[in-house]
């Protein structure tokens, strides 16, 4: 029904900056929200960074200042640019995407998950 797929993960020494990328697709009407969580070994899920339609963002605090989210809606697509990473960053990033679809039911909105892009951060 609606498909979410992350890339840009990678390796990257502490200090250096890598780009994330997600695109949305599918029976989607509108989109409400995206964002991207992370998850380390052992750890929970957590938001580093959200962003509205109407543009409003959301930042972890360990993450202000470094990482930059970014949406284009003409692409149904977010992206994180992040810099000055530290090893702490490790983790897989997950995008979310809160959208409105279209199923044989009428409209939902609810949220749809990607299966994740990693990213390391080590010397």
């Known amino acids: 029904q609606v498909q979410v797929v992350e890339s840009g993960g990678n390796w990257v020494q502490p200090g250096g900056s890598l780009k994330l990328s997600c695109a949305a697709s599918?029976?989607?009407?509108?989109?409400?929200?995206m964002g991207w969580y992370r998850q380390a070994p052992g750890k929970e899920r957590d938001l580093v960074a959200s962003?509205?339609?109407?543009?409003?963002?959301v930042y972890a605090d360990s993450v202000k200042g470094r990482f930059t989210i970014s949406i284009d809606d003409a692409h149904n697509a977010v992206y994180l640019q992040m810099n000055s990473l530290k090893p702490e960053d490790t983790a897989a990033y997950y995008c979310?995407?809160?959208?409105?679809?279209?199923?044989?039911?009428?409209?939902?909105?609810?949220?749809?998950w990607g299966k994740g892009t990693l990213v390391t951060v080590s010397s």
């Open positions: 599918g029976n989607i009407l509108t989109i409400k929200a």
């Open positions: 962003v509205r339609s109407s543009g409003e963002t």
């Open positions: 979310k995407v809160f959208a409105e679809v279209a199923n044989d039911l009428g409209r939902i909105t609810t949220d749809y």
